[in-house]
């Protein structure tokens, strides 16, 4: 049992020591800062959407703290207003660096509304 | 479902319905409610709706159609495959011949029979009225499509590009519309309303049913109005002159 | 496990021993049916429904068809067992672990495309945890998993001789459950006060007719075949009396649907929907007429009933009429149902660029029909 638990931690470790190299250099965001410190929102960012998502969608509250609209605004590469596209775009970038499927944006805009406005500007 | 103290927000709700001003010459534009404030919940004191003279409504003309599509993101439907939240309906009295045309879209049941029927609750009906889809949710069953009245649901058979941040769609999901819920939590007006007014037509009335002081109750007391398939007594939140 | 006792004088159905010739050669088509439907779902899954034919008129297609036939039949299936522990005849209970075997497979199969069929399957775990109680989807996903468990349950009692006694109550369980998931199968078309095709209380009863006579056509194919292939006949006795019982619940079904269609004659405001379904839809009023009328209905009842068909040979040409005719009728009730527009304006001729006022379309996509077999 304890020598399995050894082994373990030696995976984990090398596992982090192995991820550590590789930690996915992401787009800056705007803006002074999030809504909660960065370890709060690592850790439960799925929580506070999931939560809030229910809030609006059922009771319709609005301008809360947390909304998927606002990291969206936030997050976006400067260029292309986008938080998907490439390793470095902040949503993509840090969900493959985790290996979590992300599939808020198949269905949610993934590009702030300005990089949406300019778009329709283009091809109405 | 929720308490909700209906008393404070029928007070806000007053003070600010009929803040009627000319905005321009004329043009007069009655501000029904204020935006709600940020963490408040939609009042079930409100009961949004929306009155079509049919007598305004001209043949031919989709400013209704395509400012929906616009506002989210919906590509123009041309399949049967594809999405249509709004569409604009010609119609002919089949005794008199008398010509009449009118946009037709979810209508906002009081009893609504897509509510009832979701096996997951994913279409639901917001306190205010506004009947909706959580994709979160839903499982693309289609039932809500097989049970209302007024085929004002779609299903999405593809992928999605170029979604709106106010309108989230997707792939296997039923959608709606959903009275521009976004516009309306902000105290504006469906983009529907607005283009049909901007076409110089105003044929869309938008407003709270409940207030008895809000334009559309005020027309609905005095004209003759109907609800489509009335017979159901699904109690519609969007009502027509002139059928 | 290992202690149970041996069954060999229980009188098995069919004969027990080694698997026959050809059973490699069954279960490597099975596998290749398998096959195409695991790869026509998996394409659906990534393009999306836009490649099966369904559109926003015609929402339930195809896949419905096959799968509501499935659903109900499945609890038809359970006939046998249902004469053998209910009404405790000695020749059906015999019979009465593949009657459920018979009624779990073709339950599963019925799932399996439904699920498939949704616009996000993978969110089953959603359906299994958000209820709607005012739906009778919802009810119905309770019954489906219900009759699941009952019927598995069953199947032990009848198989483990320590359980003998609580065969009886377990059938009779199995039996008024089954009545009910059938009025649900039915009622998910019955409640839909908006379609003309469907709202109607004879909609639950006309299912329940439908499952008794297609259950008991399948069981009839799957007995016939297994004795054939076994060179040991079924009694001839029972088989007559099983033939007869299927003349009966034919008869049962054509009476209901004529009473469906005339009550609906009677009403005005029915008579358009009643026109196209009965003589201007294409293929509705053939299928109709032709598919049901005359193969499911008038074919089998002169092969049930005839004094000069007696052989196996007809009664199996009889189950298997029975079931093209549930195919037509089927598809007529479904995707007529939905293809017939809805009458949103009493009194005007509609028409727009979303098809009001006209007939559905609905295209020939084949690919839906590959999945649909994977049951």
Known sequence: ?124 | MNPIDTSRRAFLGRTAAFAGVALAPGVLLYEFAAAREAGQEASAAVRWGMLVDTTRCASGCTACVDACNAEHGVPKASRPTDAQWIRKVELKDLRTGAVRSAPVMCQHCAEPPCVDVCPTGASFKRADGIVLVDRHTCIGCRYCMMACPYKARSFVHEPTTGQKTDTPRGKGCVESCNLCAHRVDRGEKPACVDACSAAGHRAIVFGDLNDPSSEIALRVRSVATSQLRADLRTDNGVRYQGL | ?375
């Not at chain 1, 370890?39 to 059922?58: G, I, K, N, P, Y």
């Not at chain 3, 998910?188 to 109607?200: D, E, K, P, T, W």
């Not at chain 3, 009933?305 to 029975?322: C, E, K």
């Open chain 3, 1 to 375: 496990m290992a202690a149970r006792p041996a069954l060999a004088h229980s009188a098995p159905a069919w004969p027990t021993g080694p698997a026959p010739r050809g059973f490699t050669a069954l279960a490597a088509a099975g596998a290749v049916v398998l096959a195409l439907a695991v790869g026509a779902a998996h394409y659906m899954e990534e393009r999306g429904h836009v490649v099966t034919g369904m559109g926003n008129e015609v929402v339930w297609g195809l896949p419905h068809v096959f799968a509501i036939f499935l659903i109900v039949a499945a609890s038809g299936a359970l006939n046998v067992a249902s004469v053998g522990s209910v009404f405790g005849v000695a020749a059906y209970k015999r019979r009465a672990a593949l009657s459920a075997l018979l009624a779990l497979a073709l339950l599963v199969g019925g799932l399996l495309v439904l699920v498939l069929d949704l616009g996000r399957p993978e969110r089953l775990v959603v359906a299994a945890t958000h209820y709607n109680f005012r739906s009778i989807f919802a009810w119905n996903m309770i019954l489906y998993n219900g009759f699941l468990a009952i019927v598995a349950g069953y199947v032990w009692v009848n198989l483990e001789r320590r359980f003998a006694s609580l065969a009886t109550p377990v059938g009779i369980l199995a039996f008024v459950w089954r009545i009910v998931l059938t009025t649900g199968t039915g009622s998910i078309f019955g409640f839909l006060v908006a379609r003309q095709g469907y709202a109607s209380g004879l909609v639950a009863p006309l299912f329940l007719a439908m499952s008794l006579a297609w259950g008991l056509a399948v069981f009839l194919l799957v007995q016939g075949a297994l004795a054939r292939w076994h060179g040991a006949p079924v009694p001839e006795a029972f088989r007559l009396r099983l033939r007869r019982l299927l003349g009966v619940f034919v008869a049962t079904v054509a009476y209901l649907t004529a009473v469906l269609h005339l009550t609906n004659l009677y009403w005005a405001k029915q008579a358009a929907f009643e026109r196209f379904i009965l003589v201007d839809g294409t293929p509705y009023a053939f299928l109709f007429w032709a598919g049901w009328a005359g193969l499911g209905t008038a074919v089998p009842l002169v092969l049930v009933f005839h004094p000069r068909l007696r052989g196996p040979r007809a009664t199996a040409m009889a189950a298997l009429a029975v079931i093209a005719g549930a195919f037509a009728q089927l598809y007529v009730f479904i995707i007529g149902g939905q293809a017939f527009p809805l009458e949103i304006f009493p009194g005007y001729a509609a028409s727009s660029d979303f098809r009001d006022g006209a007939i559905a379309p609905m295209s020939r996509a084949f690919r839906k029909r590959f999945w649909a077999w994977g049951d």
């Open chain 1, 1 to 124: 049992m304890r020598v399995m638990a050894a082994g373990l931690l030696a995976l984990a470790l090398a596992g982090a020591a192995w991820a550590g190299s590789r930690a996915p250099v992401l787009d800056a965001p705007r803006g002074e800062k999030c809504v909660e410190d960065a370890a709060t929102m690592r850790r439960s960012h799925m929580d506070f959407l999931r939560h809030q998502r229910d809030e609006t969608v059922h009771r319709g509250i609005r301008g809360a703290r947390h909304s998927l609209a606002g990291c969206v605004e936030c997050h976006a590469n400067a260029k292309d207003g986008a938080v998907l596209g490439s390793p470095s775009h902040f949503c993509q970038g840090c969900h493959a660096y985790a290996a979590v499927k992300l599939d808020c944006f198949e269905c949610h805009a993934s590009r702030t509304r300005a990089a949406q406005a300019g778009r329709q500007a283009r091809s109405p």
